[in-house]
Nanobody
Framework: QVQLVESGGGLVQAGGSLRLSCAAS????????MGWFRQAPGKEREFVAA????????YYANSVKGRFTASRDNAKNTGYLQMNGLKPEDTAVYSC?????????????????WGQGTQVTVSS
């Protein structure tokens, strides 16, 4: 069956960096677009970033643009989210997801497989 497993979360001070990974199995990873979402306590899940199936294009939420970079290595069936300049408001559970939609999208309903998430905590 399809599995997406995130790793790389943790506790970091404001201004620091983390790189999240999303290891995919059970699907032809290179044919799916990949998205990253996050959910902070008491808030709805929100879109963070998406990267195209070949990694050539990416799309970001305004709140992370210029600080986060989404990428992927299809040979390793793994996607990445490099997070720099972290802020306390970036604290959340981060999840990866795959989409077969025709274009990059922020819409959750267009993503068909989801990981369990990894916690990112940014201290001030």
């Amino acid at each position: 069956q399809v599995q997406l497993v995130e790793s790389g979360g943790g506790l970091v001070q404001a201004g620091g960096s983390l790189r999240l990974s999303c290891a995919a199995s059970g699907l032809t990873f290179s044919t799916y677009k990949m998205g990253w979402f996050r959910q902070a306590p008491g808030k709805e899940r929100e879109f963070v970033a998406a990267v195209s199936d070949n990694g050539d294009n990416a799309y970001y939420a305004n709140s992370v643009k210029g600080r986060f970079t989404a990428s992927r290595d299809n040979a390793k069936n793994t996607g990445y989210l490099q997070m720099n300049g972290l802020k306390p408001e970036d604290t959340a559970v981060y999840s990866c997801a795959t989409s077969s939609y025709y274009t990059l999208t922020h819409l959750e309903k267009k993503y068909n497989y989801w990981g369990q998430g990894t916690q990112v905590t940014v201290s001030s």
